[in-house]
């Protein structure tokens, strides 16, 4: 049934994609996949690309509209989440799964930073869940802006160099680029994760190494030499001091 649906709507896409206004469409759907996973933005911008290798569209424009729809629709995801912060903690409170996977968002989001919003636009129907979550906890919006807008750029890019590339092997089968490319969406992911888990392993274990070292011992022995010096310093000086005055005269 999946696999069926898909591959009505990448030869759809596919059968349009060589007129002027499959831009657009690029475009609109790039802005609705952003809050409405169901679209399937990532095949659309491979089949732009694909019309590039044929000479049909501009791979730079491709590009330019998947990329635009894409930052747009995560800023509207966000405003979705800002604005509708209680309707939103009510919608997925209905379900135990919905409100895990919220408050689970927030706490990445605080703990990896603009990183996991790059790694998000890889992931269809992840980064509706992270984009509307950034709206729920009200992360700073600017923060927010500056980083979806490199994540989209990296994926419009990488979804239309990757039908430009191998064009000739999507026409022959358009579904090969909807796998092609959340696979290669998952194993780029999966990369940037291993990365990450990897590089928190090794600052957690220095972290412990510089807790578990022993404290300096306090070494009080010059202070002890001091004050035994000092004694015969001082009676060496008490003796060897001249005589009181009046003493010297009635001599």
Do not use: C
Not at 29 to 44: I, K, M, Q, R
Not at 116 to 144: D, E, M, N
């Amino acid at each position: 049934m999946i696999a069926s649906i898909i591959t009505d709507v990448t030869d759809w896409l596919a059968e349009f994609s060589s007129n002027w206004w499959f831009l657009l469409v690029i475009f609109v759907v790039a802005v609705l996949d952003s809050v409405f996973p169901v679209v399937p933005s990532e095949t659309s911008v491979i089949a732009g690309g694909v019309a590039a290798g044929s000479g049909n569209q501009t791979l730079a424009l491709v590009i330019l509209a998947g990329a635009t729809g894409a930052f747009l629709g995560d800023n509207l995801a966000y405003t979705i989440g800002h604005r509708f912060e209680g309707r939103v903690t009510r919608w997925a409170e209905r379900k135990p799964e919905r409100a895990v996977r919220l408050e689970s968002a927030g706490r990445q989001i605080r703990k990896r930073g603009g990183l996991l919003l790059i790694t998000a636009r890889f992931i269809p129907g992840g980064r509706t869940i992270l984009t509307i979550s950034s709206g729920v906890t009200r992360q700073p919006r600017a923060w927010f802006a500056a980083w979806v807008a490199v994540a989209a750029v990296i994926w419009a890019t990488y979804a239309a160099v990757l039908g430009y590339a191998f064009g000739q092997a999507f026409e022959d089968d358009h579904t090969l680029a909807f796998w092609l490319a959340f696979g290669t969406a998952l194993g780029i992911t999966g990369v940037v994760e291993l990365v990450r888990w990897m590089r928190e392993v090794r600052r957690e274990r220095r972290t412990r190494a510089v807790d578990t070292q022993p404290a300096p011992a306090i070494d009080t022995q010059p202070a002890q030499a001091v004050d035994d010096v000092s004694g015969p310093e001082r009676a060496t000086s008490a003796t060897s001091a001249p005589p009181p005055a009046d003493t010297a005269e009635s001599a």
